[in-house]
Nanobody, 123 residues
Framework: QLQLVESGGGLVQPGGSLRLSCAAP????????IGWFRQAPGKEREGVSC????????NYADSVKGRFTMSRDNAKNTVYLQMNNLKPEDTAVYYC????????????????WGQGTQVTVSS
């Protein structure tokens, strides 16, 4: 019954920035690892990043390392994905997902998902 809600997507030019948010109204996320996945048209869903339940550990796909940063604020019950220096190949629907305690790179390991938010990088 845990459901997530993403926000913050939009249209930006190459080199621009966006901050995505992931929230869970009515639930506390402090025991959950949160992952971000994305899916471009005609392509399979791929893992982007993940943050541990404590916030003490993060990991990133090589394609976004150095440009994207995850953080979480348990007091606000919100997880963030800061995306800088965006590129056209970052265009996709972005989803956040939750699983207890530990991160995973496999989307099937996450049982709770948001509806997705569109990120479009184009001039």
């Amino acid at each position: 019954q845990l459901q997530l809600v993403e926000s913050g997507g939009g249209l930006v030019q190459p080199g621009g920035s966006l901050r995505l948010s992931c929230a869970a109204p009515g639930f506390t996320l402090n025991l959950y690892a949160i992952g971000w996945f994305r899916q471009a048209p005609g392509k399979e869903r791929e893992g982007v990043s993940c943050i541990s339940s404590s916030g003490g550990s993060t990991n990133y796909a090589d394609s976004v390392k150095g440009r994207f940063t995850m953080s979480r604020d348990n007091a606000k019950n919100t997880v963030y994905l800061q995306m800088n220096n965006l590129k056209p190949e970052d265009t996709a629907v972005y989803y956040c997902a939750a699983r207890l305690l530990q991160c995973s790179t496999v989307h099937g390991a996450f049982s709770a998902w948001g509806q997705g938010t569109q990120v479009t990088v184009s001039s």
